[in-house]
């Protein structure tokens, strides 16, 4: 047709446009395929973008402020230990000057913490940051007690023998003690602002959950770390809580504002007794603001002797020193319980022709006499010189085998004043001691004596119900005390030994054994040993040197109430059991002789069971006057621990 193209039929395109038809052909492909690669490199740029955003603010908002954290932290640290041992140095200046550097590199650590308060909102790690905030928390509540106790005791650190500026520089140490104790009642409310602020750092250690730190951590030291923070934070609140009442009357006790006065007997522990050894002197001595002067000392028996009517002997002593048929002052501290026995020594001491009324009554053995002369060297008393180097006739020091010669030398007339020569050291002793330089010897003086108070080697029975409260508190009443779990005193007794604990080496072993349905077997077993020749002490010979004899051992075992008795060895008397303080006790009967050995066993069930994987708590109380004695302890035949017990001892065992 005219004036139009002929168009053909056939399905191949010409040559000329082969590109555009397949381009028609395939529509989809390839005109979306450019599109898709800018979309993808845009999406590419986008996710860089986001992941580079995300990782700058996890760079920003956790990487760096926790790597500061750490820093900050560390450097707490390294300053609380350096203020640590300016308190151990016994340097309250410094200590003071250290504890105002430690609030500034907590301080710093918590501005650092704030930085990381994005995590307070993420689940997981917002645990942590919990934690590290009450820990903080805790920190400054603590500094805040350390500084109003270091502020409080600064001003007397010169008169306390602590190194520093003290303000009583000047005069005798008689004048530097009766202004301490004149201005006391200045600083010692300051203990109720000092136990809110520990009771407020504890509470925050026990939200702590140490659960949040699994053993694989640091190999289980973390998660050890914050157990022991809570324990010895409760621990803490506790002791202050409970010594409060003391610490407040203290300038009371002390003769501040009115003199007291107070009975001092010494109990010879190389002779044991239940509450820490024979009572064979005493001493009434007067405390006005702060300064001692002994008014008497004397024989135990010089007392005893003024005592008319004294009735029959308590039953014990009827039974294994048949021939002390009276109740003697000498023989009255037969109760395990400090307190009870100075109940039984008041009834017989009130009936005393020497009698003088006093505002209580504070007991020491031969250890504590020896740990004061390790501080103040060699003392002199009527022309003889005593020191603490070891004699080699007793392997002991020099002091206590002298003052167990003039107790134990045998002579054909009564010496009512054998055993004066201990109230005459122990007032040389005290004049020693106020003649010494205060900034030399007066803090190691009392730390060493409240390291004694611990042991038990001093104890106190005061009429001041306040006084005594706190005084239980701290442990330094002699009390059995109640425990919910297993418990453990041994509380012996040497009636006829002469000075035989004086030579006797003493071990005691505790084996566990549970039973599947959560019954525990226990087993405890009472080594002696006594490697030491006997001494001659045959009555009949002049001068004769009676230390090393049989121990006749009156011995009682406490333990948790309801226990059953299955076995016993060992006893030369059959095993008695019955109540007594809330425990049960197993009592019975042995000899160790010279050169000789002996062993009590025991084995009993206790009075409830442990569900599986449960801890157990144990306590160990000491018994008064007793030393080195080596405790072991088994799990199923596998031993758990072995320590010397030198005080009470609280523990918790994985059976």
Not at 399 to 415: D, F, N, S, W
Not at 429 to 457: C, D, R
Not at 577 to 584: A, L, P, Q, R
Not at 588 to 596: A, D, K, V
Request: net charge neutral; aromatic share 8%.
């Amino acid at each position: 047709m005219e004036g139009f193209e002929k168009i053909e039929l056939d399905s191949t395109p010409p040559k000329p446009n082969t590109a555009a038809a397949q381009v028609r052909s395939q529509p989809s492909r390839l005109e979306i395929k450019p599109g898709r690669k800018r979309f993808k490199r845009l999406r590419s740029k986008k996710v860089g973008a986001l992941v580079g955003v995300v990782f700058a603010a996890i760079l920003v908002l956790i990487i760096i402020p926790t790597i500061l954290v750490a820093l900050s932290a560390q450097r707490t640290y390294a300053q609380v230990q350096v203020t640590m041992a300016a308190l151990k140095q016994q340097d309250i200046e410094l200590t003071a000057k250290e504890l105002k550097k430690t609030r500034e590199a907590l301080d710093d650590t918590q501005k650092k913490m704030n930085l990381l308060m994005t995590l307070k909102v993420i689940p997981g790690p917002n645990i942590y940051y919990n934690d590290a905030q009450h820990l903080l928390k805790a920190g400054e509540h603590g500094l805040s007690a350390a500084d109003t106790f270091v502020t409080s005791i600064e001003p007397y650190a010169d008169v306390l023998g602590l190194k520093g500026q003290g303000t009583f520089a000047g005069g005798s140490a008689e004048q530097r003690i009766e202004t301490t104790v004149a201005t006391l009642d200045k600083v010692t409310p300051k203990i109720d602002d000092i136990a809110e602020d520990l009771k407020l750092a504890e509470a925050e250690i026990q939200k702590v959950n140490p659960d949040h730190y699994p053993s694989f951590i640091a190999g289980g030291k973390v998660k050890d770390g914050v157990i022991k923070a809570r324990t010895t934070s409760s621990d803490g609140v506790t002791f202050i809580d409970g010594a409060r009442p003391l610490i407040k009357v203290l300038p009371e006790l002390l003769g501040q504002p009115d003199e007291k006065k107070y009975l001092l007997i010494f109990q010879n522990d190389k002779e044991l007794r239940p509450t820490g050894g024979f009572i064979t002197a005493y001493a009434i001595f007067t405390l006005n603001k702060g300064v001692i002067k002994v008014e008497k000392s004397d024989d135990i028996y010089v007392l005893d002797n003024s005592i008319p009517n004294k009735g029959k002997a308590a039953e014990p002593i009827l039974k294994y020193l048949p021939k002390v048929p009276e109740a003697n002052l000498r023989d009255s501290n037969l109760s395990p319980d400090f307190q009870e026995s100075m109940k039984d020594f008041r009834a017989i001491y009130d009936k005393a022709g020497q009698k003088v009324d006093v505002d209580g009554i504070v007991a020491l053995d031969t250890n504590a006499l020896v740990a004061a002369m390790q501080i103040l060297g060699d003392v002199e008393v009527n022309g003889k010189k005593y020191t603490t180097q070891i004699d080699p006739e007793c392997d002991c020091p020099q002091v206590i085998y002298e003052l167990e010669k003039e107790a134990g030398t045998r002579t054909q007339y009564i010496r009512t004043d054998r055993k004066s020569i201990i109230g005459d050291l122990m007032l040389a002793i005290m004049n020693k001691a106020f003649q010494s330089s205060p900034s030399e010897y007066w803090g190691p003086l009392v730390q060493t004596m409240f390291g004694q108070i611990a042991q038990k080697h001093i104890l106190f029975s005061l009429e001041n119900k306040d006084a005594q409260k706190g005084l239980s508190a701290v442990n330094a009443a002699g009390e059995i005390k109640p425990f919910e779990g297993d418990y453990l005193h041994i509380n012996e007794a040497n009636f006829g030994g002469a000075k035989s604990n004086l030579f006797t080496d003493q071990g005691v072993e505790q084996a566990y054994e549970m039973g599947k349905d959560g019954t525990i077997t226990k087993t405890v077993t009472i080594s002696y040993k006594n490697p030491h020749k006997p001494s001659n002490c045959n009555l009949e010979l002049e001068n004769a040197l009676c230390l090393n004899a049989p121990w006749r051992n009156w011995v009682r075992v406490y333990v948790p109430e309801g226990s059953k008795l299955t076995d016993s060895s060992g006893s030369e008397v059959k095993m008695s059991t019955y109540e007594e303080f809330g425990k049960t006790v197993f009592e019975g009967f042995l000899t160790i002789r010279p050169l000789g050995v002996g062993k009590l066993k025991l084995t009993y069930t206790l009075p409830f069971k442990l569900e599986d994987g449960s801890p157990l708590p144990l306590m160990i109380q000491k018994q008064p006057g007793t030393a080195n004695d080596e405790y072991t302890i088994l799990v199923n035949g596998k031993m758990k621990d072995k320590f010397i017990l030198d005080t009470d001892k609280t523990l918790k065992l994985d059976l």
